[in-house]
């Protein structure tokens, strides 16, 4: 398995932008895919973007696409989440995981974060 801990969650206005990052440690991080998926309150822990062990493939939830970028640096054994145009229904837990392979499901990662609060004010 991978330990990972998430930081850089926190309060902003619509419109606004934050920057998540994910650091890893344990498993081989440059062969581990990489996701974020977000719970807000009620709600199932749902699917935000992943990125291939290589960085090359990139995969988003269609309300994210054009607003977040998923990206990650292998030699800081981290990931990030670039989220620009702040929505409040971005309000949410955000957690990064990983897994062998890339997967929009969370029951095909192994390792998760204790996740970070994001709170998108209207």
């Known amino acids: 398995q991978v330990q990972l801990v998430e930081s850089g969650g926190g309060l902003v206005q619509s419109g606004g932008s934050l920057r998540l990052s994910c650091a890893a440690s344990g498993r081989t991080f440059s062969r581990t895919a990489m996701a974020w998926f977000r719970q807000a309150p009620g709600k199932e822990r749902e699917f935000v973007a992943a990125?291939?062990?290589?960085?090359?493939?990139?995969f988003y939830e269609d309300s994210v696409k054009g607003r977040f970028t998923i990206s990650r640096d292998n030699a800081k054994n981290t990931v990030y989440l670039q989220m620009n145009s702040l929505k409040p229904e971005d309000t949410a837990v955000y957690y990064c995981a990983a897994a062998r392979l890339v997967a929009r499901t969370p029951n095909e990662y192994d390792s998760w974060g204790q996740g970070t609060q994001v709170t998108v004010s209207s």
């Open positions: 990125i291939s062990w290589s960085g090359e493939s990139t």
